[in-house]
């Protein structure tokens, strides 16, 4: 969610008064000498990032040395390391400090990026930094610099969150994956030692764990990643070097391993996960998506698992969609700027064709005006239009008593009047959707297993209701009954907790929302 906002903020420096900042890629030693809100980094001023979400359309959020973000510049391109001035390195295609793909030194040292464009760990230079392996590590491989009050400490930052089946995962502010609940079919990515036995009769881990890689063979341990998304039993991750890494379930096929699909993957920057099939961005160019797993519904568009091939729209090309979203059995996506297509299962009119059915080549859904967002859960899809939502599939679970039956056309949200939604979250596990207001509160409708949304409300929750705990969050993952959010920055979950999946140290029937437990 942060990230849209500093997108919003960034182009609104851009765009605010009668013409563009014209100082947008003037070479700086300083941000003094930049105007507006621009930063100076990478030797340019450039637009303030944390992810390629957050800069203009064809632009990538490159880090440097610190860890810090700025958005990409014509000037970046290049093919090889000549093509670089002096201390930057072609990495993915672009100019970037090479540090940023440096994850061990001595813990006297830390990574200095040389004319020659190399990456070097210098001795007696290790003041904490993202590629600093003490300050990567901070002891916390174990969980030992963690301190237990439901945040990650002074030493970490959670910024991202996800939540699958009966487990859920995080990612620190380091690239550190934390993940914990189910354990089935290797969910969590955690090594076997931290395993127990919970309610539900199912390996699990009912605290935060750190996953590891298995094979060191096949990948470094221990991993630092830039994303995590969490799936039925798997979860798939996007590493520091922009490779996908995958484990658990049909999506991985193996251990936590690097394009664990079984072919190798170009670079990409996103990776979802469904219930059992995974899609990736490629950054090209041209950026395109391609997916793996099952294809029982036809959600991959590909033979059988498991194949990875490109999703093809209409045009008869590589999907350039500008986002893609995964419901438990079926996908859709947002192409030319506002259209939604949608294609696999189709039980309840889901992917947008009168059910039952199975789409096997995306279809249009017909909205009223272009969507900005999706939101698709197991049981329906939503898109925020403008600042309203609409939705299609069980009428149980799109979020208005208009519905009398299952549609495969959307409908229109029941939300107080002048009620103003900025995002909208759903989950490819979940049952249940929240959309959040121009205040920064929740409204969430569709299942409440666990009284996730709501303890004394019963499941399906046919209109939207306003969850006032999750008022403020940053982060909402959504799983299957029971949800996650960063709220003041402290991760917290609610629901259904025989795996722990609500993090912490117990598992039970059902929880209120609460922070979880660090190690």
Do not use: K
Not at 78 to 85: A, G, I, K, L, V
Not at 341 to 361: I, K, R
């Amino acid at each position: 969610m942060r990230g849209f906002v500093s997108r919003g903020i960034a182009l609104l420096a851009l765009l605010g008064g009668c013409q563009a900042d014209v100082s947008v890629g003037r070479p700086c030693a300083t941000t003094s000498e930049c105007s507006g809100t621009l930063v100076c980094r990478l030797g340019r001023c450039r637009v303030d990032c944390v992810e390629n979400r957050d800069c203009p359309a064809g632009q990538r959020c490159l880090l440097d040395a610190t860890g810090a973000g700025a958005c990409s510049l014509d000037v970046d391109a290049c093919r090889t390391m000549s093509d670089c001035p002096s201390g930057l390195a072609c990495v993915d295609a672009a100019c970037s400090n090479p540090c940023t793909s440096v994850t061990e030194c001595p813990a006297d040292s830390s990574c200095v990026a040389g004319s020659d464009h190399v990456a070097r760990c210098v001795p007696g230079t290790s003041d904490a930094g993202p590629n600093d392996a003490a300050a990567l590590d901070g002891g916390s491989i174990d969980g030992s610099s963690v301190d237990g009050s439901g945040d990650a400490g002074s030493r970490h930052t959670i910024v991202s969150l996800s939540a699958g089946t009966s487990h859920a995962c995080m990612v620190s502010d380091l690239g550190e994956i934390w993940c914990w609940g189910s354990a089935e079919g290797g969910a969590d990515g955690t090594p076997t030692t931290s395993h127990s036995q919970c309610m539900s009769g199912s390996p699990c881990v009912t605290v935060p764990t750190r996953a590891m890689t298995h094979d060191a063979a096949m990948l470094p341990a221990p991993l630092f990643v830039q994303s995590v998304n969490t799936g039925y039993n798997d979860g798939v991750a996007i590493d520091a070097t922009g490779h996908v890494v995958a484990w658990g379930g049909p999506t991985g096929f193996a251990d936590l391993v690097r394009d664990g699909i079984g072919v190798p993957l170009a670079l990409a920057d996103r990776a979802l996960d469904g219930d059992g099939f995974a899609y990736a961005r490629l950054v090209g160019p041209p950026i395109s998506w391609v997916g793996w797993g099952y294809d029982d519904f036809m959600q991959v568009v590909v033979p059988a698992m498991p194949s990875v091939d490109t999703t093809v729209l209409p045009n008869g090309r590589p999907d350039m969609a500008d986002d893609v979203a995964l419901g438990g059995q079926h996908a859709c996506a947002i192409r030319n700027a506002g259209e939604v297509w949608c294609w696999g299962h189709d039980e309840v009119g889901e992917a947008g064709v009168t059910p039952p059915s199975e789409v096997a080549a995306p279809v249009h859904v017909a909205l009223h005006a272009p969507a900005t967002e999706l939101a698709i859960t197991g049981n329906a899809s939503c898109a925020l239009v403008g600042t309203e939502v609409w939705c299609w599939g069980d009428n149980a679970y799109v979020g208005t008593r208009a519905a009398a039956s299952d549609t495969a056309t959307a409908v229109q949200v029941t939300l107080p009047a002048g009620t103003t939604i900025l995002h909208v979250y759903g989950g490819a596990c979940a049952g249940t959707t929240c959309a959040e207001d121009s205040t920064h509160a929740f409204w969430c409708w569709g299942g409440n297993g666990g009284g996730a949304i709501g303890p004394t409300l019963s499941t399906p929750v046919l209109e939207p209701v306003l969850v006032p705990p999750l008022a403020g969050a940053t982060e909402l993952a959504l799983g299957s009954d029971f949800l996650c959010a960063l709220v003041g920055g402290v991760p917290s979950c609610a629901g259904q907790n025989d795996s722990g999946q609500l993090g912490r140290g117990t598992s039970s029937v059902s929880e209120m929302l609460g922070p979880i437990t660090m190690p």
